[in-house]
């Protein structure tokens, strides 16, 4: 056991090492800012001096990112045996990013550098060399003081773990602002989903604060910093449920030095056009079904014509022609080719531009490549080309599609029943397409007739969270963004809130287009406490879906059940008591409730801006340290009520308050802990 002193002796060791890696890194700082001002007049033209501008630009930015915050989280230190290979007898300090002096090795490496991973990996049981491993506990108020440390001497077979003093105190840390990364915390299991390689999809279903939604946006910052000459070419996506839940993590990536990842919602993806119109519930079902996709094939193939008269082109002294015969026998070889339909309208084109020039080669000329351009915009070939393979946009297909029943008919034959297709036909078609409202559904529907008529742009990597509440159709405008990359699926079936969420993986991992993609579960649980997770347990057998049941690892928090006649002053005097803690609280309830709760709650002295009033609808990926849950059976009476209600009860980190007026739903009858 080490003495008094020479812990003593070993902190300001410490101290002084911190104090030379600050100095290390406002240096680097410094001279980015040099660089950014002096990069540009190196640069040799415009282009390359734009692109450098930005990568240089970026690389300040990160640098001067949280000045004051730990530079550092954790220190291997390697034994001098071969186990330790080109690591012995050395020590790593590991952070966020990677710090170092003008000269020499790096004074602290980037925790996605290969030989950090030990630091999530080694354990007694197989150290891989590792002697220590040394956790720093640091004040979290800039700027970031060294408060002390805790080491696992993993030679003499102590491995701490979950018990582990430090790693408790980061995890139960309050959940004040936006979500905080994990480079600190992250679990073995975790590690190994993180770094994954590029070329491989995986699916993680994990239970409330199991850290999927961080083992996602983790692995996007391994694989920038793992493959970044790829994925600078073709991009890296987040794709989340909603604003509020981009907003909620849009400070992870930043914060692991890496700005440069768009952040989206689907809606977002799909573009800028807006969704004023509402379906049905019916309408939205037939248009989320995969079954749509079929449809909208059949009814481009529709729109393809055989020529119905011969193709003469005057050229010159010569009148090229070309039979109708010949140009279906081009047309169907051009649709053999189960292409995109605008590509393949080109590929018609080209053919018909082969036909000609072979006529005159046949008289002993030899067209070059401005001919061929030009009789391939030539009146009579462009006539051919429309009439046969006519262009369409998707707003023209699908108000056909919606406006025009005989349309919808023959496209749906065999594929929809009568009543979907009524379901889907508009009441009073628009007048044109131009002026027609579009819904949510219809802007997926617009999207997969884009995509089948020319390929949207994709991406190397996607990250999809919440993907259990994807449909099928949303599902296919992912699929084509990652055709040639991959996918990182994040999800809990149990957590399926919209009408079409999914009840297994393997359906929605095929729609994703990544069948084979592996599905690993995530059951131990970091945030939500034991107590509380336990609580919202009860409802899994009422989800009726088939997932592992999460487990916390947390034995702290409270939970306090409490009927109240009085639901407002009840919330009031909850929100009234948690404001005496420290962290974040919201105030949850069934949609039409929340605005009403709203108000009730402007009379609290809340000067920080801690407590938000949120609909039931609209917490998914969220987390607060205190959660006043109100009126449990409304958020469980609307549709896929159970679900919310669950993803409603492991919102708290900490503590929760479930306040009442109505009998709560059966499940969480009885047994339950005692109100206040």
């Known amino acids: 056991m080490s003495s008094v002193s020479d812990v003593a002796r070993e902190l300001a060791a410490e101290q002084a090492y911190l104090a030379r890696v600050r100095a290390a890194r406002a240096w680097m700082s410094d001279h980015a800012r040099i660089r950014v001002a002096t990069g540009e007049q190196v640069a040799g033209d415009r282009y390359t001096a734009e692109t450098l501008g930005r990568m240089l630009k970026s690389h300040a930015q990160e640098l001067a990112g949280e000045p004051d915050g730990a530079p550092y989280f954790g220190r291997l230190r390697f034994d001098g045996t071969g186990a330790a290979g080109e690591h012995r007898d050395q020590q790593y300090y590991i952070g966020r990013r990677r710090i170092a002096e003008e000269q020499g090795p790096p004074l602290v490496i980037d925790w996605r550098a290969p030989v950090s991973s030990l630091f999530y990996r080694a354990g007694a049981a197989d150290r891989h060399g590792v002697a220590v491993r040394r956790r720093y506990g640091w004040t979290h108020r800039p700027p970031a003081r060294l408060t002390g440390f805790e080491d696992e001497r993993l030679d003499l077979g102590e491995a701490l773990g979950a018990t582990s003093r430090l790693l408790a105190e980061e995890i139960e840390r309050p959940r004040v602002g936006p979500m905080r990364d994990i480079v600190a915390t992250i679990q073995p299991e975790q590690d190994e989903l993180v770094r994954a390689d590029l070329d491989q999809s995986l699916c993680v279903q994990g239970g409330p604060g199991t850290g999927k939604t961080a083992v996602g946006l983790h692995r996007a910052a391994y694989l920038l910093y793992a493959y970044r000459r790829q994925l600078r070419r073709t991009g890296v996506l987040v794709v989340g449920p909603n604003p509020a839940f981009l907003r909620y993590i849009s400070a992870v990536l930043p914060a692991l030095g890496e700005g440069d990842v768009r952040q989206r919602t689907l809606d977002e993806v799909l573009g800028d056009r807006p969704a004023r119109a509402i379906d049905t519930p019916a309408a939205a079902l037939v248009k989320h079904d995969a079954r749509m996709a079929e449809v909208i094939r059949r009814a481009l193939g529709a729109l393809i014509r055989e020529p119905a008269e011969d193709l003469v082109v005057p050229d010159g002294s010569y009148r090229l022609r070309a039979g109708a015969g010949e140009l279906a026998r081009e047309l169907a070889l051009a649709r053999a080719g189960d292409l995109p339909y605008g590509v393949g309208r ?15 080669e046949q008289h002993g000329e030899s067209p070059n490549r401005r001919w061929l351009d030009r009789t391939g915009r030539s009146g009579p070939v462009l006539a051919v080309l429309d009439a046969c393979w006519p262009k369409v946009r998707p707003e023209q297909l699908l108000a056909r599609l919606l406006g025009e029943p005989d349309t919808l008919a023959a496209a749906a034959e065999g594929v929809l029943t009568g009543a979907e297709q009524a379901a ?35 991406f190397g990597h996607i990250v999809v969270d919440e993907a259990q509440d994807l449909s099928p159709m949303q599902c296919r405008a992912v699929a084509r963004r990652s055709r040639h990359g991959s996918l990182t699926v994040l999800g809990d079936l149990a957590q399926g809130t919209t009408a079409w969420a999914a009840t297994g993986w393997a359906a929605q991992l095929a729609h994703l287009g990544k069948p084979d993609a592996p599905v690993t579960a995530l059951t131990a649980g970091f945030r939500v406490p034991a107590v509380v997770l336990s609580y919202a347990n009860r409802l899994l057998p009422e989800l009726r879906v088939t997932v592992p049941v999460t487990r916390s690892v947390r034995r702290d928090g409270a939970l306090r059940v409490h009927r109240a006649p009085d639901l407002a002053a009840a919330v009031t005097e909850r929100v009234r008591a948690a ?36 609909p039931a609808t609209l917490v998914k990926g969220l987390e607060f340290d205190h959660v006043v849950v109100v009126e ?31 009998p709560l739903p059966a499940p969480l009858r009885g047994g339950a802990p005692p109100g206040p």
């Open 346 to 360: 080109e590929r018609f084109r080209a053919r018909i531009v082969a036909l000609l020039q072979r006529r005159l």
């Open 424 to 458: 889907l036909r508009w009441p009073r078609p628009p007048r044109s397409f131009r002026s027609a409202s579009w819904s949510p559904a219809d802007l997926v529907l617009l999207d997969e007739i884009a995509g089948a008529i020319e390929h949207p742009a994709g």
């Open 579 to 614: 404001l005496s803690a420290d962290g974040s609280i919201a105030v949850i309830a069934a949609d039409e409730r929340a605005g009403a709760l709203g108000a009730a709650l402007r009379a609290v002295d809340d000067p920080d801006s801690r407590v938000t009033v949120l």
């Open 632 to 662: 449990p059976a409304e958020i469980a009476a609307g549709p896929r009520g159970p679900h919310h209600l669950y993803v409603v009860l492991t919102r708290a980190v900490a503590r929760m308050d479930v306040l009442h007026r109505a």
